[in-house]
């Protein structure tokens, strides 16, 4: 059984900085893509960054510039370093791994960015 466990999240102060971590745990051949969604109260869950094994990153325009993803592969962990935090960045952040060929989520781990 393979699960997704997410840290990092919690309240900042717009301009701020947080660092989100996802370890994949349990009997893994391969991980795949890897990456971050987020979820806003009222709306539905968005796409913000995916990598690839090979290290290929796709960002969501309003975070290109602010936001970092990286990976370890020989850990089966991916982190998200997010900079100038905005208001309209707060939401549950949902780690998500194709691992082995199939879909997994994390449980969310709330940020919240006051102004």
């Known amino acids: 059984q393979v699960m997704l466990v997410e840290s990092g999240g919690g309240l900042v102060q717009a301009g701020g900085s947080l660092r989100l971590s996802c370890a994949a745990s349990?009997?893994?051949?391969?991980?795949?893509?890897m990456g971050w969604y987020r979820q806003a109260p009222g709306k539905q869950r968005e796409l913000v960054v995916t990598?690839?094994?090979?290290?290929?990153?796709n960002y969501r325009d309003s975070v290109k510039g602010r936001f970092t993803i990286s990976r370890d592969n020989a850990k089966v962990t991916v982190y998200l370093q997010m900079d100038s935090l905005k208001p309209e960045d707060t939401a549950v952040y949902y780690c998500?791994?194709?691992?082995?060929?199939?879909?997994?989520w994390g449980q969310g781990t709330q940020v919240t960015v006051s102004s």
């Open positions: 990598i690839t094994r090979d290290g290929s990153t």
């Open positions: 349990g009997t893994i051949f391969s991980a795949n893509a």
């Open positions: 998500y791994a194709i691992i082995d060929m199939r879909h997994y």
